[in-house]
Nanobody, 128 residues
Framework: VQLQASGGGLVQPGGSLRLSCAAS????????MGWFRQAPGEERKAISY????????YYDDSVKGRFTISRDNAKNTVFLQMTSLQPEDTARYYC??????????????????????WGQGTQVTVSS
C-alpha cells in the first residue's frame, strides 16, 4: 500500500502547480482523499478533501477559490490544482486516504486520525 505524491517545486508568487497523488495497493473507489500541508514550524493541517461516495469536496478557507481537488479513480490518482500561489502556501504537501463509510465527511475531514494511509509528501516553495 502506497501513496506517492509528486508535482511540487519552486514557483513564483501568482503561479500555479498541480500536485498528483498516485495510490497503489488499494482502490480509491473506496477511499475519500485529503490533502494536508505543513509549513516550517507549524502543525500539519487539512486543506482539501474529496469524497468517494458523493463527489463532495471541502476546502480550508486559506485555499478556497484558489485550489481545486479532483480525482481519477480509473487511474487511482487524486490531484490538487493550485493557482494564485503565495509565499504563505510554502509547505510540504501530503495526500492521505480515509476509508469511506467510517469517520469521514464534513465533520471529520480535518482530523488526521481518520486517515489510514499517508504519502511521503512533496515540497512546494513559493518565492520570487
Amino acid at each position: 500500500v502506497q501513496l506517492q505524491a509528486s508535482g511540487g517545486g519552486l514557483v513564483q508568487p501568482g503561479g500555479s502547480l498541480r500536485l498528483s497523488c498516485a495510490a497503489s495497493g488499494f482502490s480509491l473507489y473506496y477511499y475519500n482523499m485529503g490533502w494536508f500541508r505543513q509549513a516550517p514550524g507549524e502543525e500539519r493541517k487539512a486543506i482539501s478533501y474529496s469524497s468517494s461516495s458523493d463527489d463532495s469536496t471541502y476546502y480550508d478557507d486559506s485555499v478556497k477559490g484558489r485550489f481545486t481537488i479532483s480525482r481519477d479513480n480509473a487511474k487511482n490518482t487524486v490531484f490538487l490544482q493550485m493557482t494564485s500561489l503565495q509565499p504563505e502556501d510554502t509547505a510540504r504537501y501530503y495526500c492521505a486516504a480515509n476509508p469511506d463509510g467510517g469517520y469521514s465527511g464534513a465533520y471529520y475531514w480535518k482530523q488526521e486520525g481518520t486517515y489510514t494511509y499517508w504519502g511521503q509528501g512533496t515540497q512546494v516553495t513559493v518565492s520570487s
